[in-house]
Structures are given as C-alpha cells and as structure tokens.
C-alpha cells in the first residue's frame, strides 16, 4: 500500500510518500514494515522567531504556499509523476477551488498542475486533522480533499497524537539510493507488547494514554493546566532565552550539570505524591517567576535555575508515568511529541525504568521523528487504512481540539 501524507498542524509543512506491508491482521497486531520514498518537510520556526511564538494566521498563509511544491516533490522523489495532458470538467474545476476558496492562489496552481499529470498510483491520502492549530489545520485537510477529488482517492483522517505514538515506536532500519538517484528509508514498527502506555509531551500536550489493543487509547492523565513544553518556553522567556524555548533551557541545564552547577533550594514537583496520573505545571512555572524576580541573572545562575526546572518536569514526568504503568500493568513505554527529544528526560525514563521495571521496552523516537512531520501521520494513517477505516471527504473537519481518547 503507498499512501500520501500531510501534517499541517503547526508551524512545519510537510508532505511524505510511505509504502507499507503488514506482517499480519490490523485488527491482531502492529508488525509492519514501511519504505519512506519521499519525504519534505519546511520549518517556519525562522519566521515565527521574532514574535516569541507561532502565529496561527502567519502558519496558515506558510502552509498553502509551500504544500504544493511539496507535495510536488515528494511525489518526485517517489517516481511517481505521470506526465499527460488531462482533460479535467467544468464541475471538477468549480469543485476544487470552492475547496481552497480561503488559500490565495493554491486553487489556480493545483488546477494547473492537475492538468499534467494523470494521477500518482498512491492508495490513499493521510491528512493531519487535529488537534493543532486550526486555520493551520484547514490547510492540508482542504488540500487533501483537493487532491481526493482530482484523483479518486480515499482520505484517512489521523489525529496527530496517535502519529506520534506510532513515530516513537518506528525504527529506522537503513536508507538506500533509488534508481532516480534519491534516497528512501526503511522503517519498522515491530509487535508491540500491550498493554502499551504513552506519554505524550509538546508544547500543547501532556498526557498518558494506554492502548490495551492495539488501535484502541484510553486516556488516564491530563495537564490540568500548562503542558510540559509550554512550561518550559515561558521558563526561557523568563531567562532572556531565544524561541523556540524550550531547547535553549536544556542546553542551560546541561551545561550547569558539567560544571556541578545546581541551586541551594529546589523547585517544587507539583502534584507528585497525589494519587492520580494528572499533571500540573502552572505552578513550577510561577515559582521560576518568583525566584527570578529581582534577581540579577548571571550566566552561572541561569544555568542552574534552568537544571532545577529540567530535572523538576522529568521527576513529575516519570513519577507519573511509573503510577500509569502500575494501574495499568504496561508492558511497553513510549515517549512521543517534541519534548521527548529532551536529553535529560530521555535519560532519566530509561536509568529509572530499567531501575524499577525491567522487564519493560522503552519505546522513544528517532530525532528526525521527535518533531511534528508527515512520515508519522503516514504511520498512522496506514493501520487505519488497512482496515478501511477511510473518511467521508464532506464530513472531514479540522479539528483544534480533537481527542485521541476519553477519559
């Protein structure tokens, strides 16, 4: 099965071709094995470095000028553009651009380029649907009913939690050179033990989830107010740090741990010791405010007040996930979303896991998969299009808020 995939949820573009082969039933396990034939992605993190974070409007106006060229080469990549004139009707013309009526230009390109090409022998498209930011969002899901029209193919709607769930349980396997010249990347996402539970964390999110099949997300734990990654930008701003914050903070950290750095008094671990699997970070937030305040900020002290909230999130975070894994009995862990590339984080999951349960498999991304990028919504997209769990195009939304699981 190929499939094409979108991810506009935020500030990265992106646009991927994925091949993938089931080792057995989607209803019976996750063995799977995918070939990554092109792969583009754009980062606007440049363009929102200057206002301190990412405009959604700004992101929108990115998205729909950059997602056709993608998409473009991505499906070049892949060999998989046919070129022949096409003869496309009067109706298809009027459909399309009622469907990007709100993207300035993107109707007239697609349009044109349509008239080209005969459609790529793809399956099916992948297109981020929530959660994220929304005008953002609208973006690739009216793309992706652009091209569902223009090419007769069915749409999976993937909620863009579960692409970083399976992100973190892929493995890359080896890359090769294609005959075009272009490299491809084999994947694997092997069987996984359940129950699985995942630890979600990014700028927006910070939750456990636990799947006791597979396909299936129960939520356990929530933030009840500010997510981890968001904690750990308004600390940066705090410290005078550039966007994106929350980097920035680790290197702080990191540093202050190589030169024995550390601050007399320690922050607090909020809602640790309560017997539940929520989180909470407003409060280790203001209590950096508070310490900072008045405070002259030498080099030396902002790399020690940048450990003490690092190490604060990863004592909450793994206190937390250690309460899910014993209600639960999980077998195997994933850490997902941006901040699951944190060095410290990733370092205190796995000395404290092997510590306390070592028969369990730590599941966490490769850095190119850390970040929000189509290879994982074509991971995702495919379990659901293997079981023909496919979207009405006049029903698919963009969705901001959507959920992965109740609660």
């Not at 094995?33 to 409007?57: A, C, W």
């Not at 609208?138 to 579960?162: D, R, T």
């Not at 944190?342 to 369990?360: G, M, Q, S, Y």
Request: glycine share 6%; hydrophobic share 45%.
């Amino acid at each position: 099965m190929k499939l094409l995939a979108i991810e506009t949820s935020c500030d990265e573009t992106a646009v991927c071709i994925l091949e993938a082969n089931l080792e057995n039933s989607a209803t019976e396990g996750s063995a799977a094995s995918f070939t990554v034939l092109g792969n583009k992605l754009l980062s606007q993190i440049d363009i929102h470095r200057e206002y301190g974070g990412v405009y959604p409007m700004v992101a929108k106006r990115e998205h729909a000028k950059h997602l056709l060229s993608l998409t473009y080469k991505a499906l070049n990549d892949a060999s998989l553009l046919d070129e022949e004139v096409q003869t496309l009707s009067p109706k298809m013309y009027m459909d399309v651009a009622d469907l990007l009526v709100r993207e300035e230009g993107m109707a007239t390109e697609l349009l044109t380029l349509a008239e080209t090409l005969n459609p790529p022998d793809i399956d099916a498209i992948a297109v981020t649907a929530g959660p994220g930011l929304e005008p953002a969002l609208w973006v690739g899901v009216n793309f992706a009913k652009a091209l569902a029209l223009l090419w007769n193919k069915p749409i999976v709607s993937v909620n863009h939690m579960e692409g970083h769930i399976c992100a973190a349980l892929a493995k890359i396997e080896s890359s090769f050179t294609q005959e075009n010249g272009t490299t491809a990347q084999e994947l694997s996402i092997p069987k996984i033990e359940l129950p699985l539970l995942s630890l979600l964390i990014s700028g927006g999110h910070t939750e456990l989830v636990v799947s006791r099949a597979w396909g299936e997300f129960e939520l356990i734990g929530a933030t009840r107010d500010d997510a981890v990654g968001e904690a750990f930008d308004k600390v940066a701003r705090m410290l005078g740090l550039p966007y994106p914050g929350g980097p920035e903070v680790s290197k702080l950290a990191e540093l202050a741990r190589e030169l024995g750095l550390s601050e007399e008094s320690p922050l607090p671990r909020p809602m640790i010791h309560e017997q539940h699997c929520d989180f909470s970070f407003s409060g280790l937030k203001t209590s950096v405010l508070y310490r900072v305040k008045d405070l002259e900020l030498t080099e030396e002290k902002k790399q020690s007040i940048a450990r003490e909230f690092e190490d604060a999130a990863a004592d909450v975070l793994y206190a937390k996930t250690k309460r899910a894994i014993e209600e639960t009995g999980a077998m195997t862990v994933a850490l997902g979303g941006g901040v699951s590339a944190n060095t410290h984080i990733k370092r205190v999951f796995a000395k404290r896991l092997a510590e306390d349960f070592p028969d369990i498999t730590l599941a966490i991304p490769a850095p190119i998969l850390t970040t929000d990028n189509a290879i994982m919504i074509g991971l995702a997209g495919f379990y659901h299009a293997e079981r023909s769990d496919f979207t009405d195009p006049d029903v698919l939304r963009a969705d901001g808020n959507r959920k992965l699981a109740p609660k």
